[in-house]
């Protein structure tokens, strides 16, 4: 027994039984007590210093440890990760001089982590990620995995040049500041530098460049400044460069090219400048390339390196100032998956070689100068599930072969003519069409009824005629948007068209048609209808839907009129009783919203002035900040003003203070004093969450009589102005996908009740999430969705509708990667939000994360670092 003691503190993998024999039966123990030696009966003993009450270690006794640190003297490897364990790590632990490996990750161990460890000269594997740690790090070690404590603060110390045998350099997801010290490059045998979602600033050290074995480095989503280093073309291991959301300025330098084994650069979102390197032609193992949301431009073709990424799987270079040609050498990328091009000033034609990807999945070359036509080699592109080719050039017509694969199609905002093929209805996977602002004639072929897929389907702004075809109103599926306006389609309204109980938006305005709207009086779920410019007559229908609607959506149909419930009976909407009828209704609308207007000032005010006079009336304050601000109470109290007021809520209402220092914050100040579930709970949620995307919770204070929340300001408003405007109409749909998603909706809206008129709307369900997600990896947009799916089901305003646990836990295994040559379309422009059983994950599923308008994988080992 005693060998087999002895063994456990020789090897890490054989220690990791250690936390077995913690819990093994007392009874066995005690009857072998006597044959075991004096380290063995120390580990015994500090065993029964355990609280093993609920079976699983949750506490220890530092005192009673460090009364065995001469027993102990000879352990090696100490694992207690995954055991529940709390309160602060013992000293104790830096006399133990012979420990190589600690690993106490993964449990809810909260303190500071005590210098005393950095005694420990033999250790090379410190694990103390996913912890509750705080404070700063010690200013010597030889291994260090920290990431996920959220409290670990301060920065990396110069002393960690000291680290001589330092492996992996982990601190992701902490609250590490500072710049990244020189000294850094005397880790000569590093391989993994890892504080990504960190708080890091200043340039990184050209002294990178003496990190001969560096393999991996994670720095994304911080804000590093200054340049690239040059020398970074000197770490010839290098295999994932992530720097993806920083500040980085400067040209992409040429010197990068000489890292060979780089399979991954992602540079997305930062204010790079200049052209892509020649040199990346050299990369012959680059399989992503990822550069979108930069200043990045091209003079002529002869920069363009992409001539031999054979193994390359996405590349992403949107939302840049790109111009010359697309070079056919993209035909030779014939592992490329992913091509998304789009948001730049590339000219010329689409390559025919495109045809040779026969795997790619999705294309986007949107908003481009690119002219030509359609390339009917595109058939080619026989797994192809998403074009988008919108707001360029495109001449010709649409092409009969397009890849039947197809599941969302835009090609609007082109110069296309012609007619709309009868092979249309090849195309069966079809989701969403957009044809719109086009100059494309004839008739809509009736073989379009085999697209029973189809979601969204947008003819407006051509040259269409004849009459509707009757099969448009027979798609199942059609319940998004069905939009004809702005066509010459005569006749009536197919009877059909009663059948689509779904559809959510109807645009039929500015075409010829007439006849009357009761084929429309059924339509449920609604929300837009616009049949203005027609020849529409007789009574509207009388439903609440067509009661509410604008009559600016019914302009201009000389034989329709109101009865019975909008307006005075008999009116007609011609020239002169819609004028008289909407100028009825502007003035009572007017005065309405005057007489709201005035009595929500003067109840703002009121209530402004009560709270002020309470809050003086009370010194009595807890307060609590989470930053370091310069600020006292009556400094905010002094600014809770009407002149202040940036937004209300259902919860409090919002003001813009400014501090003695300049420095500008948000204060939401709660309606009622007596709101203590609302205040706590977002004191709860925002206090434990650290993001980029989400608003930062500075503090709070609160007596008797009031409640207040502290927030960074964010200077361009709130997401409600955004999507409904400050003035005329809202935002355009463009900018609605741009929307950044704040959990704590400015104004103090409520998320769920936001989310769920969202849906019942039929808008979107992609616009629910982060813009910054959009382009994430296929897999994960899908897994996203689905889990979104899942969880409202939770939420149900029915208590019936929400599932049991145990469906939801069955519900959530369900989720999986879908295959990766069958990828789910883009997030910017939508997909259904249903759940469904997808396909089984293949063997090896690599871990994917989500950069800035774009995608890119990374392996296992860079995540909780």
């Known amino acids: 027994m005693s060998a087999t003691l002895r063994n456990l503190s020789l090897s890490p993998n054989i220690f990791s039984s250690f936390t077995l024999l913690l819990s093994i039966s007392s009874l066995f123990l005690h009857s072998c007590y006597s044959s075991i030696d004096e380290q063995g009966q120390a580990l015994l003993a500090w065993r029964d210093s355990l609280n093993t ?12 440890l460090q009364s065995m640190q001469m027993p102990l003297k000879s352990l090696k490897s100490l694992i207690l990760s995954s055991t529940n364990l709390t309160g602060a790590i013992p000293k104790a632990f830096g006399d133990y001089l012979e420990l190589t490996l600690i690993d106490l990750s993964d449990n809810s161990l909260s303190g500071e982590i005590p210098e005393e460890i950095c005694r420990l000269r033999e250790l090379q594997n410190l694990s103390l990620h996913t912890n509750f740690l705080e404070g700063a790090i010690p200013s010597d070690y030889r291994f260090f995995r920290a990431g996920g404590n959220k409290n670990l603060k301060g920065e990396l110390p110069q002393e960690i040049g000291s680290c001589a045998n330092l492996v992996v350099l982990g601190l992701a997801e902490t609250s590490i500041s500072g710049s990244l010290p020189s000294s850094i490059g005397k880790l000569k045998r590093i391989q993994t530098i890892a504080i990504y979602t960190a708080l890091l600033s200043g340039a990184i050290p050209e002294e990178i460049g003496d990190c001969s074995e560096l393999q991996n480095l994670y720095l994304y989503q911080n804000s590093i400044s200054g340049p690239i280093p040059r020398r970074i073309g000197e770490l010839s291991k290098l295999q994932s460069l992530l720097l993806w959301q920083n500040s980085i300025v400067g040209a992409i330098p040429d010197e990068l090219g000489s890292c060979t084994e780089l399979t991954v650069i992602d540079l997305s979102d930062n204010l790079l400048t200049g052209s892509i390197p020649r040199s990346f032609g050299k990369l012959l193992k680059l399989e992503e390339l990822q550069l979108s949301v930069n200043q990045l431009t091209e003079q ?76 009917l080699s595109i058939s080619g592109c026989q797994n192809l599930e998403f074009l988008d080719i919108h707001s360029n050039g495109i001449t010709g017509s649409v092409p009969d072969s397009l890849p039947r694969s197809l599941q969302y199609v835009d090609v609007s905002d082109n110069r296309l003519t012609g007619s709309l093929a009868h092979r249309i209805g090849s195309l069966t996977e079809l989701t969403k069409l957009n044809l719109a602002k086009n ?144 100028m009825k209704l502007l003035m009572s609308v007017l005065l309405s919203a005057s007489a709201v207007l005035v009595l929500l000032a003067i109840y703002m005010l009121v209530r402004a002035r009560i709270g002020s006079h309470g809050l ?40 813009r203070v400014i501090l003695p220092n300049g420095e500008m914050i948000a204060v939401k100040k709660m309606w009622s004093s007596e709101e203590s579930g609302a205040f706590n709970s977002e004191i709860q949620t925002l206090g434990s969450i650290r993001h980029k995307n989400i608003v930062r919770l500075l503090g709070w204070c609160s007596n008797k009589n009031l409640k207040l929340l502290f927030y960074d300001y964010l200077p361009h408003g709130s997401l409600s102005s955004l999507l409904h405007g400050a003035g005329k109409g809202g935002a355009e749909w463009e900018a609605r996908y741009d929307v950044l998603l704040d959990p704590t909706l400015p104004g103090g809206a409520h998320l769920v009740q936001w989310v769920r008129e969202h849906l019942a709307s039929k808008k979107d369900p992609v616009d629910i999430l982060d813009s910054k997600l959009r382009g994430r990896a ?88």
Request: proline share 6%.
């Open 616 to 655: 003086m009336e009370d010194d009595t304050w807890e307060m609590t900040l989470y930053q370091k601000l310069e600020f006292s109470v009556d400094d905010i109290v002094k600014n809770l003003t009407s002149a202040n007021v940036i937004g209300t809520g259902s919860s409090g209402v919002v003001y």
């Open 778 to 865: 296929d897999p994960t947009m899908h897994e996203m969705l689905q889990t979104l799916a899942v969880s409202f089901l939770c939420v149900s305003t029915r208590v019936d509708d929400r599932p049991m646990m145990k469906d939801v836990v069955a519900m959530l295994k369900e989720i999986r990667h879908v295959e990766t040559v069958r990828g789910e379309p883009d997030l910017s422009k939508g997909v259904s939000l249903t759940v469904v059983r997808s396909s089984p994950p293949p063997a090896r599923i690599v871990d994917s994360q989500g950069s800035s308008n774009c995608s890119f994988a990374f392996s296992e080992d860079s995540i909780n670092y």
């Open 439 to 582: 100059q494309l004639s004839g008739e809509i072929p009736a073989e379009i009824l085999s697209c029973s897929k189809l979601q969204l389907l947008n003819l407006g702004d051509n040259g269409f005629s004849g009459e509707i075809p009757k099969e448009l109103g027979q798609i199942p599926a059609l319940e998004i948007s069905l939009n004809l306006s702005c066509n010459q389609f005569s006749g009536k309204i197919p009877s059909h068209f009663s059948d689509l109980n779904k559809l959510g938006v109807l645009d039929i305005s500015h075409n010829k048609l007439e006849g009357s709207l009761d084929v429309l009086a059924n339509l449920q779920n609604l929300v837009f209808l616009n049949v203005s410019f027609n020849d529409f007559s007789g009574e509207l229908p009388n439903t609440p839907f067509f009661r509410k609607l604008p009559l600016s959506d019914l302009a201009s149909n000389q034989g329709l009129y109101i009865a019975g419930g909008v307006g005075t009976p008999g009116v007609h909407l011609g020239p002169g009783g819609h004028t008289r009828s909407a």
């Open 300 to 375: 002529s073709n002869r920069h363009y390196p992409r001539v031999s990424f054979r193994n390359l799987t996405k590349l992403l270079i949107l939302s840049n100032d790109l111009s010359g040609f697309i070079p056919p050498d993209i035909g030779n990328c014939t592992n490329l998956y992913r091509l998304r091009l789009n948001g730049n000033r590339l000219g010329g034609t689409i390559p025919s070689e495109i045809g040779n990807l026969k795997i790619l999945n999705f294309i986007d070359l949107s908003n481009n100068l690119l002219v030509g036509g359609i390339p």
């Open 53 to 64: 009450s609920t079976g699983v270690l949750n506490s220890w006794n530092p005192f009673r």
